[in-house]
């Protein structure tokens, strides 16, 4: 399974996860969860689950991309901050047209935010140098790592 992901095209997962996310949060019920007893503030780790997924995709396949060399840190920050704006406009997207059962709520967007913000802090400070150290064992390296 580890050699198929690494053999997907950069910037595949990123807009398949863009794709889930714009259908998730604007489709009048995507997941059918009337039947499922959620405690208050459920929806606020979804929010938080989503965009913590989402700076992760579009982290790793920037990383992808940019291999065998390591990220920038300023294209990094600029990926965290698309995700905080797509939750944004993703908030505005059901204000402006009035999504039966959806309405603009400013504490989703803030934990929209913080799942970016988490998810770019975890990519940075942990998991970059584990999928650098475990890419380079099944694909050829750089003449200058040999």
Known sequence: MRKFLYHIPAGIISCAVTVIIAWLSLAKDPLPTSQIPLF????????????????????????KLKLPHHTLLKIELALTSVAILLGLLMEVAQLAWLVQGRDFDLIDWFADAVGAMTGFALMRFWFMHTFRHNYFKTVKRHRRHR
């Open 40 to 63: 208050e503030g459920a929806d606020k780790i979804v929010h938080f689950l989503m965009y913590l997924g989402c700076t992760v995709a579009y982290l790793l396949d920037y990383a």
